[in-house]
């Protein structure tokens, strides 16, 4: 499972393709955090310092609005192992600000996990590790 990815459903209106990915590491790191505390969300403001790495949250602690993108949205209950294994949907979204997302649009995010400490208002940090994310730039689909 360590070079798989999950990639995103396409989210933004008449775009059919993946904006954001996340490895199998951070795959299995949401899948704890899930038992934890429950449903999760991602935002990306672009800020300084903290504000640069996503940011996991439960689900509806930070509130989106207009000036927010939803790039995308995952199951991290769907399996690698198992493809189309019956179970219950994990359902995780990434929100970027908008004004990031003018900087960003061109590349493709994937979401990865490496050690150390990120912010203290993230889920993951008391794990000893952080979200991080890696750009590429986007292959537009023809």
Known sequence: MTNARLDAAAVIPGESFSRVALTADAVELLRKLWVRHGSLMFHQSGGCCDGSTPMCYPAGDFQTGAADVLLGRFDVAASYETPGADKESQ????????????????????????????????????????????????????
């Open 91 to 142: 359902p995780v979204d990434f929100w970027m600000s908008r004004e990031q997302f003018a900087y960003w649009s061109h590349t493709h995010l994937t979401v990865d996990v490496v050690q150390g400490r990120g912010s203290g208002f993230s889920v993951e940090s008391p794990e000893g590790v952080r979200f991080l994310i890696r750009s590429t730039l986007m292959d537009w689909p023809a």
